[in-house]
């Protein structure tokens, strides 16, 4: 594959870009609008204030359910409902920073130290320190980036190992598939040279990480997340912009999807595991003010603007396309409320909430890009 860089569209006006054409969603359930500033005119704004009714005892994770969930904690406990019934309590989990299912849907990580299956808890050996994700497709493994930006993998309850031999690693997830992982920072190229970039490596940390595409004026990478079709969307912070890209692996071509200037930064960023082009962001700026929340969908701007999701940080997309978000009072800063954004309408599923996560078992993934020999699966 020829290596791409990664830099400002030309034609990118340093706002989120919009979408260009009318879309209607689920029996005219949602209208979406072409314009940057959505004509709200044309689409609800009501939401729904009543939060779900809590329902009997924490009952345990147990199976992968057969109905996507929306799932949160607060008060120290695991809460999850799915679309129109009561909250029931999982799990009394205490302090968790962090919530995230696996592609099974059958175990969550609770930050960086624990992860928790229907048998039972699991202790990772990990520092406390850097971002943890689960391997793919199934969650057999933890993918660990420590503050130092050293990379490794844990088995679940088995040893740790290092993986790919990068100078410094920003970020790292799975391909949906299993066989490599895709990571950023700063690595090695042909001729010794260390660029800023993003890279693939085998799922067994064997071999050098090959070079995807260099950082240019980037000064850090992260965000990485894969699209149902296996396209990459990362965000790259170039100083006075940052800029949401999406690279397809299969054509080696990459497109800028948004972009936010001055000292705005992209939060927290949602992209669909279940459709193509589903993506949403959180804007922040360095106070902790919050911007109009950027989301897309099938290439047209969700109507946020007059709900109470208009400014809310993206939490993930349920697999009919409803996205599941967390307004707080700032960016990253204390309980929130959680909802559902859908049919035009936010609708209210829990107040004080801490962190929140969907929970749905992730569909078929696509082809593990052609770029290394395929492994088994770890």
């Given at each position: 594959m020829k290596r791409l860089t990664i830099h400002r569209r030309a034609d990118a006006a340093h706002s989120p870009t919009c979408g260009r054409k009318a879309l209607l969603l689920a029996g005219a359930?949602?209208?979406?609008?072409?314009?940057?500033?959505?004509d709200d005119s044309a689409a609800p704004t009501s939401d729904t204030d009543t939060p779900t009714a809590l329902s009997g005892?924490?009952?345990?994770?147990?199976?992968?359910p057969e109905l996507a969930e929306v799932t949160w904690l607060a008060e120290g406990r695991l809460m999850a409902a799915t679309a129109g019934g009561p909250a029931r309590c999982l799990l009394e989990v205490g302090q968790a920073e962090t919530l995230e299912w696996a592609g099974?849907?059958?175990?969550?990580?609770?930050?960086?130290t624990r992860a928790v299956t229907a048998e039972g808890e699991v202790s990772l050996a990990l520092p406390s320190d850097g971002r943890v994700r689960w391997s793919a497709p199934t969650g057999k493994s933890v993918l660990h980036v420590d503050a130092q930006g050293?990379?490794?993998?844990?088995?679940?309850?088995?040893a740790v190992s290092e993986l790919a031999a990068?100078?410094?690693a920003d970020d790292a997830v799975y391909h949906p598939a299993g066989l490599t992982i895709a990571a950023s920072g700063e690595g090695e190229i042909a001729g010794g040279e260390v660029v800023r970039g993003l890279f693939v490596a085998r799922n067994t940390g064997e071999g050098a990480p090959q070079p995807l595409a260099e950082g240019e004026t980037a000064r850090r990478i992260d965000s990485l997340a894969f699209s149902s079709d296996g396209a990459l969307v990362f965000v790259a912070d170039h100083g006075g912009h940052s800029d949401l890209h999406r690279l397809d692996l299969q054509r080696g071509t990459m497109a800028t999807v948004a972009t936010v200037s001055g000292q705005e930064h992209i939060g927290r960023v949602a992209v669909s595991p279940f459709e193509t082009?589903?993506?949403?962001?959180a804007r922040c700026e360095p106070d902790g003010t919050t911007r109009p929340t950027f989301a897309e969908r099938g290439g047209s701007a969700l109507a946020?603007?007059?709900?109470?999701?208009?400014r809310a940080e993206p939490i993930g997309w349920l697999p009919d396309g409803g996205l599941v978000l967390v307004a707080r009072p700032r960016c990253d800063d204390g309980p929130g409320s959680l909802y559902v954004f859908q049919g035009g309408m936010a609708h209210l599923v829990a107040e004080d909430?801490?962190?929140?996560?969907?929970?749905?078992?992730?569909?078929?993934?696509?082809?593990s890009p052609e770029i290394l020999p395929t492994s088994p699966f770890a």
């Open positions: 359930a949602l209208l979406v609008s072409s314009a940057c500033a959505t005892p924490c009952v345990g994770i147990g199976p992968a099974s849907a059958d175990r969550v990580l609770l930050g960086s050293r990379l490794r993998k844990q088995v679940l309850g088995g990068m100078e410094r082009d589903a993506v949403a962001f946020l603007e007059g709900t109470s999701v208009a909430v801490e962190t929140a996560a969907v929970r749905a078992v992730l569909p078929e993934p696509p082809p």
